[in-house]
């Protein structure tokens, strides 16, 4: 069975998904170990509900970033994990971290990429007047948000919609890519060569495999 790592900086409510999606079976595999660069996230304490090992690293007991990074490379080994999962982790990690876990890390985005890379998302779809926004899985690469995509859903978005509306619509869409996305990965069927995802053997357009 294949081993998880995740990785969070808030609430965890993708966690929460791909805990539910492993102890249901949809996923064949186990997350192993959560970590967090804030010891008050919300996901440590799903983790810990889970009977998941949960971890806090502070930046600020680091020296900088590349010393923070090396440590939490070192934590996270010790786990052996075949895939580490980033839900809604909000460090931008290092080319050193990014190149020692390279096709076997993975990120959700809340946006259709390469639409609106980086934060504050939802309010730039609407500021834009954006009929059409979403959430994309992607494998990560040393740019930010700008891995090979593997899964997009989209959602509507209405002229009246609040941030809190438009987030709490794609959120909905997040818990169910993000599970599918993990359990492609550990049943071997999803792999990352030549700059780009594959799955089932055929290479994924640029905006990935549409979600119906």
Known sequence: MKRIVVLVSGNGSNLQAILDACQQGRINGSVAAVFSNK?????????????????????????????????????????????????????????????????????????????????????QAIENGDEEHGTSVHFVTEELDGGPVILQAKVPVFSDDSEEDVTARVQHQEHAIYPLVVSWFVDDRLTMRQGAAWLDGQQLPVEGHAFE
């Open 39 to 123: 010891a008050e996230a919300f996901g440590l304490k799903r983790a810990r509900a889970a009977e998941v090992p949960a971890h806090a690293l502070a930046a600020a007991q680091f020296a900088d970033r590349a010393a923070f990074d090396h440590q939490l490379m070192l934590e996270i080994d010790a786990y052996a994990p075949d895939l580490v999962v980033l839900a809604g982790c909000m460090r931008i990690l290092s080319a050193e971290f990014v190149q020692r876990y390279a096709g076997r890390m993975l990120n959700i985005h809340p946006s259709l990429l390469p639409k609106y890379p980086g934060l504050h998302t939802h309010r």
